[in-house]
Every structure is written in structure tokens, then in C-alpha cells.
């Protein structure tokens, strides 16, 4: 029998996989601050106080609290609004959260979901929309999830609640009233580390970190009109990474570029390329190419960030060198 779907947004995405997995599992608690604001006000209506804590502004502290909720048997989802929070709280999710599992000789889980959501493109200022998702790759013992559809933001997340490992899941804003049909299986899982080629092409492959997979998916149709053939993959988890998928597309196109709105430097954009080098070099037709927010922090004023970000116009532009290279 054919599963169901519904149409969904990104953000309701989001909460029907709270909702699933909290009805699936007693387990599974959500905590975080300002939680009834930012789309959980359902699940506070659902499930009696104890499933759903609303904390204290204190990242460091609730983040911790946790870590040790994970160690003694909960499930958390962490929500810690805006993504540079995640400063505030690194101690206890690199310190502890990623290293306890090895510093117990794998006798600790620790089955804690932090979600991160990028305010960035909103005038928010640069204290608020840094997109930090490549800092935590430095981190041993952490996975890191970037959905880019309400699909992948339901079953990934779902998978992050069921994993035993601690999953930063960072979600984005600009992305929240993106629609597309989404099972209603609660089963319906999407795998860590399982990459998604969303157009398949022959002559250059654009992989498309997060939201631009939008800008990205543009920029193809647009070649397609100028005889350009665009093969475009959706990594949607940066840790562990689908180096397969990535290393089998580029022997067959021989071109990449990779679009990312997070900063150019040591970053998700630049472990690609590294791969790539180590792993396909000699299929290479010409140098790989990055196409990414520059290194600056985001200014307050909105017609000034709109430029710092990757365009459309920034990708074909890129392709169209190595093309032509």
C-alpha cells in the first residue's frame, strides 16, 4: 500500500516530527528557550509539562542539563533558537557531548539532538546570524544535519531523535514557508550520512549546501537552456558525509562547484574540495570552485547583506569560466 502524504511546510515539517517521535517514545523530551514562540506552542498543548521544558535564557546551563538528562536515559531536543547561540553552549556540546561516548570506553549514549535554527537574511545583525555549522566539523563525535526541503527536515530530524549520538540539526529560516508533499508515515526515516542527487547532469556537478540548494536548482534550469548539462547534489549531512556520492559524480562531470551561504574559510566548501583532490584529482577538467558568503560578518542593514550572500547570477557566472576553461 502506497504511503500517504500531505503537503507541509518546512516548519510544520518540523514539528510533525517532534509530535511523531514523542508520541512514538516517552522518552523524547523537548527543552529550550522562548519554545512556545517558535513553532513547539502545539506540542505544549499536546504533552503534559514534564515532556516539554521552557528554560531559563541560559544556553550553557540548559544545554547541560541535557547532556545529563541523555546519560541517565532521556531523549532531548535541545532548541536553542538562534544558531549563534551555539557559542554560549559549545563547552557543553563539544566538551561534553561529543566526548563522553570516548571517554567511557563506549559505556555512556549520549542520544541528545541540539537544533540550531540561522536567523541569517532578516537584518538580524551580525551577533545573531552567523550560519556556524563548519565549526562544529572540527569536533570529533558530533553529526551535523542540514536539511533543505520539509522532507529532509522531517526525517532527518527523526532520525537525529532516534540516533544515539549527539546531532546538531541546524534548520533554516529562510526556508520555513517552503512547501512540498511529505509522508505522514511515522516510520519514514531519512539516513544520516545519505546524500541526495536532485538533478542528475554530465557536464559539472554543483553541490548545494543548505538553502541554496534553491538558488542552485535555478541556476541549472538556466544552463539546461544553454545546452549546459548540471548535475546538483543535496549533501544534507555534513557529518558523516557522502564522499561516494560526491566522488563518483565528479569522475563522471570532471567540474565542480560547490555553493555555500556560510563563510569561505575552513569550511564545508573547503573539506569538499580537499576530498575531491585526495580522492578524484585526475578526473578534474578544470579547478574546483567555491562560491560562498565572503569572510565578513553580517551587517545590520539589509541592502547590504543581500550582497554577501551567493546568487544565482554568482553560480552561472562561475560555471560559465569552467566551462569554458
Request: charged share 20%.
Amino acid at each position: 500500500m502506497q504511503n500517504a502524504n500531505t503537503k507541509l511546510t518546512y516548519k510544520q515539517a518540523m514539528t510533525e516530527a517532534h509530535k511523531e517521535e514523542m508520541l512514538r517514545d516517552k522518552r523524547v523530551i523537548v527543552m529550550g528557550e522562548d519554545i512556545v514562540l517558535h513553532g513547539n506552542s502545539e506540542l505544549i498543548d499536546m504533552f503534559p509539562g514534564k515532556r516539554i521544558w521552557n528554560t531559563p535564557i541560559s544556553e550553557n546551563a540548559f544545554t547541560g542539563m541535557a547532556v545529563g538528562a541523555a546519560m541517565t536515559g532521556l531523549r532531548p531536543v535541545v532548541d536553542l533558537t538562534v544558531a549563534s547561540f551555539t557559542y554560549l553552549a559549545s563547552d557543553q556540546i563539544i566538551n561534553q557531548a561529543s566526548k563522553l561516548r570516548f571517554m567511557t570506553g563506549g559505556q555512556m549514549q549520549i542520544p541528545v539532538v541540539f537544533r540550531c535554527c540561522m536567523y541569517y537574511n532578516l537584518g538580524m545583525a551580525a551577533q545573531h546570524s552567523d550560519r556556524p555549522y563548519s565549526m562544529f566539523m572540527n569536533s570529533p563525535g558530533l553529526k551535523i544535519l542540514l536539511p533543505s526541503t520539509p522532507a529532509n527536515m522531517k526525517g532527518l530530524l527523526k532520525s537525529a531523535i532516534r540516533d544515539d549520538d549527539p546531532v546538531l540539526i541546524f534548520e533554516d529560516v529562510n526556508l520555513w514557508d517552503q512547501e512540498e508533499w511529505v509522508s505522514t508515515d511515522p516510520e519514514v526515516l531519512i539516513p544520516i550520512g545519505e546524500a541526495e542527487i536532485k538533478r542528475q547532469g554530465t557536464d559539472i556537478t554543483i553541490v548545494a549546501i543548505g538553502a541554496t540548494l534553491n538558488i542552485v536548482l535555478e541556476a541549472a534550469q538556466v544552463l539546461d537552456t544553454q545546452g549546459i548539462s548540471a548535475e546538483v547534489i543535496d549533501p544534507r549531512t555534513l557529518v558523516p558525509l557522502d564522499t561516494e556520492t560526491l566522488i563518483t559524480s565528479v569522475k563522471k562531470t570532471g567540474r565542480l562547484i560547490i555553493v555555500d551561504n556560510a563563510h569561505r574559510t575552513a569550511s564545508i566548501g573547503s573539506e569538499i574540495a580537499a576530498i575531491i583532490v585526495e580522492k578524484a584529482f585526475k578526473f578534474l577538467r578544470a579547478p574546483i570552485q567555491r562560491v560562498t558568503t565572503p569572510d565578513v560578518h553580517v551587517p545590520y542593514s539589509p541592502t547590504l547583506e543581500a550582497l554577501v550572500y551567493p546568487k544565482c547570477s554568482d553560480i552561472l557566472g562561475t560555471v560559465n569560466v569552467l566551462i569554458n576553461y
